[in-house]
């Protein structure tokens, strides 16, 4: 018989149409026709019983016909030729080669909140791979150099972008196709404080406080941060002569600045005493 194989279509990770057209029965009627396949580096031109050779049979008699084969490997090369047998003989129509799609791989990793530090610089966790397959020899093998924040001021889901990317190693690499990751964390404010102490006083009969000068701590170098406005008195919990009694102010302290929307301001605490007024 005349047999011509036709080229592969719908191909999938792990399925192919395979297909050929059995033009002339050569005066004997064909009894089978189908299509026979192997992975290309096993045996590159498939014969029935031939080696890694999968035989999928498709009817009889001339004509058109296309095998649904499943159950392939992602990622890899095939051969396969058409195939029509009749009292005569069984003829082969030329090879044809194709290759699954590969399986998707993703890589399972996040990127570290972190606290502002007036850079861009971010951090992830250890990777790992997401969507091998049971037996196969797929790792992680170049992991980017760095990581940075779009943006270095507060703020959330803010994107993270890596210098290079991710790739896989291993015997069963190319079956994959890997994804980058797409990453975003957060910034968030970092905590600064009040510098101040509360004055001691001599006894006065009243609960009138006073502070000394006031600084902020833990301002990043550069950043432009200031005190913006003062608790408008300050009292001690009571009149009477004591040491380290509270002072509470009225108000907060605040912070104002191009940068003052990074720092969280921790309100100071404030104890003092009262001494003795001599008579």
Same mark, same amino acid.
């Given at each position: 018989?005349?047999?011509?194989t036709?080229?592969?279509?719908s191909?999938?990770e ?19 026709? +189908?299509i ?6 096993t045996?590159a ?6 080696? +890694?050779v999968?035989?999928?049979?498709n009817g009889?008699g ?15 090369g095939?051969s396969?030729?058409a195939?029509?047998?009749n ?31 007036g850079?861009s610089?971010a951090? @992830? ?9 049971v +037996? ?6 170049d @992991? ?6 779009a ?5 959330t889901?803010?994107v993270v972008?890596?210098t ?5 190693t291993g ?5 994959y196709?890997?994804?980058q990751?797409?990453l975003a ?6 905590a ?10 001599e006894?006065d009969?009243?609960?009138?406080a ?6 902020i701590?833990? @301002? ?6 200031s ?14 002569v ?8 009225t ?8 940068d ?6 921790i309100q100071?605490?404030l104890a003092a005493?009262?001494?003795?007024k001599?008579?």
């Open positions: 018989p005349t047999v011509s036709t080229a592969a279509s191909i999938a792990t399925s192919a149409t395979l297909g050929g057209w059995a033009t002339d029965d050569g005066g004997a009627s064909i009894t089978e026709r +189908g026979v396949y192997a992975i290309t580096s045996n031109d498939p014969l029935i019983d031939g080696t +890694g999968t035989k999928d049979m009889t001339t004509g058109i016909f296309s095998n649904a084969i499943s159950g392939l490997t992602a990622g890899t095939y396969y030729k195939y029509a047998t009292s005569e003989g069984t003829s082969y129509g030329s090879v044809q080669a194709f290759t699954t799609i590969a399986a998707p791989l993703t890589v399972t990793v996040w990127a570290n909140n972190k606290v502002y530090d850079t610089t951090t @992830v966790v250890s990777a790992s791979l997401s969507g091998v397959e +037996g196969d020899d797929v790792s992680i093998d @992991v980017p150099s760095a990581f940075t924040f943006n270095a001021s507060v703020g889901g803010i972008t890596a290079g990317n991710y790739t896989i015997t069963d690499a190319g079956k196709k890997l994804t990751p797409t964390a957060d910034i968030t404010a970092k600064v404080t009040v510098t101040v102490a509360a004055n001691n006083k006894y009969g009243t609960t009138t006073t502070v000394g000068s006031t600084s701590n833990g @301002v990043n170098q550069g950043d432009d941060v005190i913006g406005a003062f608790p408008s008195a300050f009292n001690f919990a009571s009149a009477s004591g040491t380290g009694i509270v002072v509470t102010a108000g907060n302290y605040s912070i104002t600045g191009t003052a929307g990074n720092y969280t301001l100071p605490t005493d009262i001494t003795a001599a008579l």
